[in-house]
Nanobody
């Protein structure tokens, strides 16, 4: 069974930082591309960051310079460092792994940015 568990979300003030983590079981991250999505109420789901098995990263224009995706193959985790948070970053953040035949989603972790 494949399970992805996100953690690290919470309530932070504008300008603050969070580090989201995703731990996997039943699948090895190192050979797959990993993604972070987010979805806010009333908005479409947005792909915010991707890291390939080779370590190449891509970011949505809305988060470039503020978000950093990374992975630790030894720990089978992927992280998203979020800096300079704004209220527009408020959303549920999901970890996603795209396997060769299936795509797996975590349950999400809530990030709320408010003063």
């Amino acid at each position: 069974q494949v399970q992805l568990v996100e953690s690290g979300g919470g309530l932070v003030q504008p300008g603050g930082s969070l580090r989201l983590s995703c731990a996997a079981s039943g699948i090895t991250f190192s050979i797959y591309s990993m993604e972070w999505y987010r979805q806010a109420p009333g908005k479409q789901r947005e792909l915010v960051a991707t890291i390939t098995s080779g370590g190449n990263t891509n970011y949505a224009d809305s988060v470039k310079g503020r978000f950093t995706i990374s992975r630790d193959s030894a720990k089978n985790t992927v992280s998203l460092q979020i800096d300079s948070l704004t209220p527009g970053d408020t959303a549920v953040y999901y970890c996603v792994v795209r396997g060769f035949v299936s795509t797996y989603w975590g349950q999400g972790t809530q990030v709320t940015v408010s003063s």
